[in-house]
């Protein structure tokens, strides 16, 4: 990616993305407009689809939903949190439409602590915005069966080994593993369920 001058403050090339002149501005103005969109929804997508193509196609697809809505805010802060929910419902209709992705969307991910994913190559505002998947998994969590419940918390938040929570409800390792992979595979059946259904090879029984 190539980065533009920065030529106007963040706060400045926000509120002339949402400009009713938009398509008057100066190239150059657009560019710097358009890559602070980027800095600023690009680790929420790429948590999601992981995918860097994909992600490119998404945010290219959000900014022209943005371009040609332009409601009026007040304060920045409510804009931003705008633009991220634009690109979040951007992400999830490219999941509808494209089944290669949504079936490689890893849920597992989310579970922090139940594998080793690599986000170090993200900023930490990127980090944060990307909390906004996590936050759509607790509503699911809410759902779960309190025993699920319980053990997502304990390796998710906690970050417990096998061994620490088998030891915490007095039960064996292998038990705890068993249940903790039928705790996931609900909450992927939730997310899945909302996002469309998957190819039958990729269906979880």
């Known amino acids: 990616m190539v980065t533009p001058e920065r ?17 008057d501005l100066s190239d150059a103005i657009q560019e710097e407009i358009y890559y602070e969109f980027y800095d600023l929804v690009y680790g929420q997508i790429l948590y999601i689809v ?35 929910v634009v690109a979040k419902n951007c992400t999830m209709n490219y999941l509808r439409k494209n089944k290669k992705y949504r079936n490689q969307v ?9 594998d080793d994913v690599a986000v170090s190559s993200l900023n930490v505002e990127n980090q944060v915005e990307s909390n906004l998947l996590e936050q759509s998994i607790e509503l699911y969590l809410e759902k779960l069966k309190p025993e699920y419940r319980l053990l997502i918390e304990c390796r998710w938040k906690h970050g417990l ?10 039960t064996r390792e292998d038990i705890v593993k068993q249940r903790l992979y039928r705790a996931r595979e609900s909450v992927k059946k939730m997310m899945y369920r909302e996002w469309g259904e998957l190819d039958e090879q990729r269906k979880i029984r």
């Open 7 to 23: 030529g106007l403050s963040v706060s400045n090339r926000l509120q002339l993305l949402l400009a009713a002149d938009f398509a």
């Open 106 to 114: 890893d849920v597992d991910s989310v579970f922090i602590h139940e």
């Open 161 to 170: 080994s096998y061994k620490e929570i088998a030891d915490l409800l007095d």
């Open 50 to 84: 992981r995918d860097h193509a994909a992600v490119e196609d998404i945010i290219q697809e959000s900014f022209i939903k943005v371009i040609t809505s332009k409601p009026d805010f007040d304060l920045e802060s409510k804009m931003r949190g705008w633009l991220r």
